[in-house]
Every structure is written in structure tokens, then in C-alpha cells.
């Protein structure tokens, strides 16, 4: 009696589905829906930190889980920021206005320094917006809270992978420079896909060294 061999042409482990344009759009929406959450949240101004910790958190659990969390999670989560980001919230801003403040200045000509100056702020103004983003998603990988030791921890990482950082800072320069162009009620959702680039940049990471 012979033996009956398997067929050979079964692969062993069934293919992945393959995500379709419905699935694109479904996570299009998503993530324009979290840009608005977030804009929401961030109205009071000093709750920006916050807002952007939980929404950081909640792609977190999306690229883990495959899933976003429920409302409950993401609200306790946002009470849980409120303490220390309203002082994230206020420093980042005071920040924010002087380098603004020190941009304008040198392409008004009222400081003197001319084209050099304004091309070497503008380069420590995206080094500092990719900073801040990474910062962003260092903080959401602890559930949206952590400030302290994610701006530490970023700060030792950087210098370490440049191109992480490079790639980080285009991200948040084309945000803001798309959100000087586009209608403003387009803004929230340019903030949702930013967060998510940010997110996948910092996924690319190689290794760090032990």
C-alpha cells in the first residue's frame, strides 16, 4: 500500500489579508477624528500637553493592540496629565512665543545677523520642534504621562540617532508649514496625522545600545 503525499502546493501559514482602500479610509478618519479630540481638549490653551499625552498614548495602544482605547481609558488618562501638563503646556508655549518672536524679528531686519542668523534659528527651531515630538511619543509610550523623564530620555537618544531626529523635525516643520496654508478648520487634522508620522518615525528607531 502507498502512501498518499501531502500536496505540496498548500503554503504552510495562510497569507495576511491585504488591507484594502476601505481600511486606508477607516484609518484616515481615525486619525482625523484624534486631531480634533485633540484640538478640542487643547481649548483652554494650558491643556495642550495633556491633550496631545493622551492622544500620543492612544496611537501607542493602536500600533500595540491593533485597537484604540475607550473613552473611559483615554479620560482617565487626560485627568491623570492635567497636574504637570499645565506647567508642559506653559513652558512649551513661552518657548514657542520667543523663538517666534526671535524669527520675526530677523526676517523684519530688526536684529542684526541678516540671512545667516535667520537660517541657523530656523535650523535650532526644527531641531527643537523634532525634539519636542519625539518627547510627545516617548510620553504616550507610558500612557500619557512622564514628561520629565521621556524630555531626558529623548535628549540622551537623539544625538544618538540622527536621522530618527532629522526625520522627526521635517515631520513637525511640513505640519506647521501645511497648517499656515490650509483652511484653518483643516488644522486638527493635520495634527492627528502628524502625531501618528511622529509615532512611525520613532518606531524605524534602530536598537539602542545597551
Same mark, same amino acid.
Given at each position: 500500500?502507498?502512501?498518499?503525499? !501531502?500536496?505540496?502546493? +498548500?503554503?504552510?501559514?495562510?497569507a495576511p489579508a491585504r488591507a484594502d482602500w476601505r481600511d486606508t479610509l477607516r484609518e484616515a478618519s481615525d486619525l482625523a477624528l484624534l486631531g480634533f479630540a %485633540?484640538?478640542?481638549? #487643547?481649548? $483652554? ?5 495633556? !491633550?496631545?499625552?493622551?492622544?500620543? *498614548? ?16 483615554? /479620560?482617565?488618562?487626560?485627568?491623570? *496629565? ?9 513652558? *512649551? ?9 526671535? =524669527?520675526?524679528? =530677523?526676517?523684519?531686519? &530688526? ?8 537660517? /541657523?534659528?530656523? +535650523?535650532? %527651531?526644527?531641531? =527643537?520642534? @523634532?525634539?519636542? @515630538? ?20 529623548? #535628549?540622551?537618544?537623539?544625538?544618538? &540617532? $540622527? ?9 513637525? %516643520?511640513?505640519? %506647521?508649514?501645511?497648517? +499656515?496654508?490650509?483652511? $484653518? +478648520?483643516?488644522?486638527?487634522? /493635520? ?8 509615532? !512611525?518615525?520613532?518606531? &524605524? &528607531?534602530? $536598537?539602542?545600545?545597551?
Open positions: 500500500m502507498t502512501a498518499v503525499s !501531502a500536496p505540496t502546493d +498548500v503554503p504552510a501559514h495562510p %485633540v484640538a478640542a481638549a #487643547a481649548l $483652554p490653551v494650558l491643556t495642550l500637553a495633556p !491633550a496631545v499625552a493622551t492622544a500620543s *498614548a492612544a496611537l501607542h495602544d493602536r500600533s500595540v493592540t491593533g485597537s484604540w482605547p475607550d473613552a473611559r481609558t483615554s /479620560l482617565s488618562r487626560f485627568g491623570r *496629565a492635567l497636574p504637570a501638563g499645565l506647567a508642559v503646556s506653559a513652558a *512649551a508655549l513661552a518657548a514657542a512665543a520667543v523663538l517666534a518672536a526671535d =524669527l520675526l524679528a =530677523l526676517a523684519g531686519g &530688526r536684529v542684526p545677523g541678516g540671512g545667516p542668523a535667520l537660517a /541657523l534659528t530656523a +535650523v535650532v %527651531v526644527a531641531a =527643537l520642534l @523634532g525634539y519636542a @515630538g519625539l518627547v510627545a511619543v516617548a510620553v504616550g509610550r507610558t500612557g500619557g504621562r512622564g514628561w520629565r523623564a521621556a524630555a531626558r530620555r529623548v #535628549a540622551r537618544a537623539c544625538p544618538r &540617532r $540622527p536621522a530618527v531626529w532629522a526625520a522627526a523635525s521635517g515631520v513637525c %516643520v511640513l505640519a %506647521v508649514l501645511l497648517a +499656515v496654508l490650509v483652511t $484653518p +478648520v483643516a488644522v486638527p487634522i /493635520l495634527g492627528g496625522y502628524a502625531l501618528a508620522a511622529l509615532h !512611525a518615525v520613532d518606531a &524605524r &528607531r534602530p $536598537p539602542e545600545p545597551s
